[in-house]
């Protein structure tokens, strides 16, 4: 069941992480006020392509910094490519320096 109103709150604030910058499944819950929803962001993320306006899930990464959602890009590969072009720098599906490049919705935008 897709709960649409929490799904464009998530499409909200991943809206407003800047080009070069991720932040996580987590991060985005928590600034939501539903800190122990994070696979609920996951799930919005898997539906992220049909957003209007654009969402850029690929800048959405688990708290690690790990690409776990990058079987929902059509190749796989899409989601590393796209940071790739953004100046953040993946290896072995991780992102380097992911605290320089993390993006804190609650520091950022409250």
Known sequence: M???NFYEQV???????PKGRVTSYGAIAK????????????????????????????RVVNSSGLLTGKFHFN???RM??????????????KVVNFKK??????????
């Open 80 to 93: 590393e490519e796209q940071l790739f072009n953004e100046g953040v720098v993946v290896k072995d599906n």
């Open 31 to 58: 600034s939501l006020g539903a800190a122990k929803s994070s696979r609920m962001v996951g799930y919005a993320m898997r539906y992220a392509e049909a957003a209007h306006p654009k969402v850029p899930a690929h």
């Open 11 to 17: 499409y909200e604030i991943a809206r407003l992480i």
């Open 2 to 4: 897709m709960n649409t």
């Open 101 to 110: 490049v993390f993006w804190n919705p609650m520091e950022e935008i409250f």
């Open 75 to 77: 190749p796989p590969e």
